[in-house]
C-alpha cells in the first residue's frame, strides 16, 4: 500500500521514524490547550479537538498522498486565534463566533486547494514578506511564552517589564527553559516534550503541579461547536471577519507549502523540482481545518517537526499513520493533560524555543534594499507589539507596493498583492 520497496525502506524503519515524529511534536497537545483557553475554549475541549484534527490531516496525507508528513494544529496560528481575534475583540466577540472564522477559512482553503489559486498566491507574496511573517510569529509566540512564565509583566511606565524571577512560575520557567536548551543543544529527539516533562516532574516536587487522574476516556465536553456552513459565513460577514480569515489563510498557506518543500527535498523525494501528488497533500490542512474547527481548535498545517522522521529514515506515508495512531493513543490522557495546562511554567519554555525556531527566517531577508527591508521589518515589529499577527501582515502588505511604486518598480508587483493592499488597507480605516 505505501511502496516501501519502492522508497526503499522497510516497516521497522517507518514505525521508528513515525514514533520520532510524534515525540517531536507531542507538545502541541500539551501548548495548544493552554493558548486556547484564554480564549475561554475548555482545556477538554480543545485537547480532544487537537487531537482528532491531527489524526483527520495526518491520515489524510498518510493514505491520500502517501508523505511522512503529519498535520496539526499550527503555533502562531492558535496564539492569533486566542489573542488577536478573541481577546482583540474586547469582548464583542466568543470563541463560538472566532471558530466561525477557522471554518470558513478552511472551506476557502479546499476551494483554493484544488485550483491552481493556490499556487499563484505562493508567488504572488514576495519572498522577503514570507520570511518576516514566519520571523514575526516567531517573536510574538516567544513573547507570549515570556509573559504568561512571568519572566515578563506588565509595566504601566514602559508597558513590559522583567517580571520578579524569584516567584516560583518564573523561577520554574527558567529552569524548565534552560532544560529544554540543553537538550535541544545536544540533539535529542523529542527535546521540547522531554523538557516538558522534566519541568512538570519538578513542579510535582515543588507543590506546583498536582495530578490527580492520569488517563480517562475521550470526550468533547461542549460537542460540536460548528457545523453550519451558512451560519459561519454569517458571523464573518456580520463581525467583518475578512482579514481573520485572510490571515489564516495566507499564514496557513506559507506554513503548509514551506514544509512540504523543505520536508520532501529533505527526504529526497522532489522531482524534478517538483512536488508529485502535490494537489492532495495540500488537501492535509485544509480538512484538518475545517473538522479542528467543527469541535474547538484553530488552523492545522504541516509541521515542520516531521523532518525529524525524516531523518530517522521515514519516506512514506505509513510514517504518518504511526504519527496517527499515537495521538488516538494520547487521546486518553485527557486529565494528565488539563493538569498540566494549568501550569503556565510547563508550556512556556516550549513556546518560546518554537519562537527561536521560527525567527531564524530574518537571516534569509535581503536587508541591503531598503524598500524590502522595510516592509519586513515591520511587519516583525508590528506583530508582537500589538498581539496580532493579521495587523502586522496588513502594515508589510501595503507598505510593500507603495515603496515599490516610489522607487519606479511598480509592475514588478504582482496584481494581487495590489489588490491585498487595497483590501488590509480598508480593514485597518474602516473595521477596526
Not at 506554513?255 to 523540482?273: E, I, S
Not at 513556546?351 to 516592509?375: C, N, Q, R, Y
Request: aromatic share 10%; net charge positive.
Amino acid at each position: 500500500m505505501f511502496r516501501l520497496k519502492e522508497y526503499n525502506t522497510n516497516a521497522k524503519t517507518e514505525l521508528t521514524a513515525g514514533m520520532t515524529t510524534f515525540l517531536a511534536m507531542v507538545y502541541i497537545i500539551v501548548v495548544n490547550p493552554k493558548i486556547l483557553h484564554d480564549a475561554g475554549v475548555p482545556v477538554d475541549q480543545v485537547f480532544m479537538a487537537t487531537i482528532i484534527s491531527a489524526v483527520v490531516g495526518t491520515l489524510w496525507m498518510a493514505l491520500c498522498a502517501n508523505y511522512p508528513i503529519a498535520i496539526a494544529p499550527g503555533m502562531g496560528l492558535n496564539a492569533f486565534f486566542t489573542y488577536s481575534v478573541v481577546l482583540g475583540s474586547n469582548g464583542k466577540m466568543d470563541y463560538m463566533t472566532a471558530f466561525s472564522s477557522v471554518f470558513v477559512a478552511g472551506i476557502v482553503f479546499i476551494i483554493l486547494s484544488l485550483t491552481p489559486l493556490r499556487a499563484k498566491l505562493i508567488t504572488a507574496i514576495p519572498e522577503n514578506i514570507k520570511r518576516s511573517i514566519t520571523a514575526g510569529i516567531g517573536l510574538f509566540i516567544a513573547f507570549l511564552g515570556l509573559k504568561s512564565g512571568d519572566v515578563i509583566v506588565k509595566s504601566d511606565s514602559t508597558l513590559v517589564a522583567l517580571g520578579d524571577l524569584t516567584s516560583a512560575n518564573a523561577l520554574l520557567t527558567l529552569v524548565g527553559l534552560a532544560i529544554t536548551v540543553i537538550l535541544m543543544v545536544r540533539n535529542i529527539q523529542g527535546s521540547l516534550f522531554i523538557g516538558m516533562v522534566i519541568t512538570g516532574i519538578i513542579a510535582i516536587v515543588t507543590g506546583q503541579l498536582k495530578i490527580h487522574h492520569v488517563v480517562a476516556l475521550p470526550h468533547l465536553p461542549k460537542g460540536i461547536l460548528v457545523w453550519n456552513p451558512i451560519e459561519a459565513f454569517s458571523n464573518v460577514i456580520h463581525y467583518g471577519l475578512y482579514g481573520v480569515v485572510f490571515s489564516f489563510i495566507l499564514v496557513t498557506l506559507f506554513d503548509t507549502t514551506g514544509t512540504l518543500v523543505g520536508v520532501m527535498k529533505q527526504a529526497g523525494l522532489m522531482k524534478n523540482n517538483e512536488l508529485p501528488r502535490a494537489r492532495k497533500a495540500l488537501l492535509a490542512d485544509s480538512l484538518g481545518t475545517i473538522v479542528g474547527s467543527m469541535f474547538g481548535t484553530s488552523p492545522t498545517t504541516a509541521f515542520v517537526e516531521s523532518s525529524a522522521g525524516v531523518a530517522a529514515g521515514g519516506r512514506t506515508g505509513l510514517t504518518s499513520l504511526t504519527v496517527a495512531v499515537f495521538f488516538i493513543i494520547a487521546s486518553f490522557f485527557g486529565p494528565l493533560v488539563t493538569a498540566v495546562s494549568g501550569v503556565s511554567a510547563i508550556t512556556s519554555p516550549a513556546l518560546v524555543i518554537v519562537g527561536t525556531l521560527m525567527i531564524s527566517s530574518v537571516k534569509d531577508i535581503d536587508w541591503h534594499s531598503f524598500d524590502e527591508a522595510f516592509p519586513a521589518f515591520l511587519i516583525i515589529l508590528i506583530m508582537p507589539l500589538t498581539s496580532s499577527i493579521s495587523t502586522g501582515i496588513a502594515f508589510g502588505f501595503i507598505s510593500y507596493p507603495i515603496l515599490k511604486i516610489v522607487k519606479g518598480e511598480a509592475k514588478k508587483v504582482h496584481p494581487l498583492l495590489y489588490l491585498f493592499a487595497i483590501l488590509f488597507a480598508i480593514q485597518l480605516i474602516f473595521l477596526q
